[in-house]
Nanobody, 122 residues
Framework: QVQLVESGGGLVQPGGDLRLSCVAS????????IAWFRQAPGKEREGVSCVSRGIRSSVKGRFTGSRDDVENTVYLEIVNLKSEDTAVYYCARALMRVCGNSAGDPNAMEYWGEGTLVTVSS
């Protein structure tokens, strides 16, 4: 049974940093790309990071995705948090094996975690 469980969200002050975790089970992380998405109130879900076999760390602006194969965990680090980063953050297992042009497409994901809420506020 495929499971993805996110954790690490919470209330953070602007300018702070945060690391989210996603523990994967029921499949091999070598066989699928795993992506991070976020969804702010009233907005569409958007991709922020993707890691897969051969891509152990991915940096996109203030977002860094990484994976720990021993712990079966994927991480998302966000630095210099801004109020517009307030959102529910989800990890998802992709249909494909490696990250590519569709890594930011929610329709390319097969399984989702429940999400973890990040609130950036002073």
């Amino acid at each position: 049974q495929v499971q993805l469980v996110e954790s690490g969200g919470g209330l953070v002050q602007p300018g702070g940093d945060l690391r989210l975790s996603c523990v994967a089970s029921g499949f091999s992380m070598d066989d699928y790309a795993i992506a991070w998405f976020r969804q702010a109130p009233g907005k569409e879900r958007e991709g922020v990071s993707c890691v897969s076999r051969g891509i152990r760390s991915s940096v996109k602006g203030r977002f860094t995705g990484s994976r720990d194969d021993v712990e079966n965990t994927v991480y998302l680090e966000i630095v210099n948090l801004k109020s517009e980063d307030t959102a529910v953050y989800y990890c998802a297992r992709a249909l494909m094996r490696v990250c590519g042009n569709s890594a930011g497409d929610p329709n390319a994901m097969e399984y989702w975690g429940e999400g973890t809420l990040v609130t950036v506020s002073s």
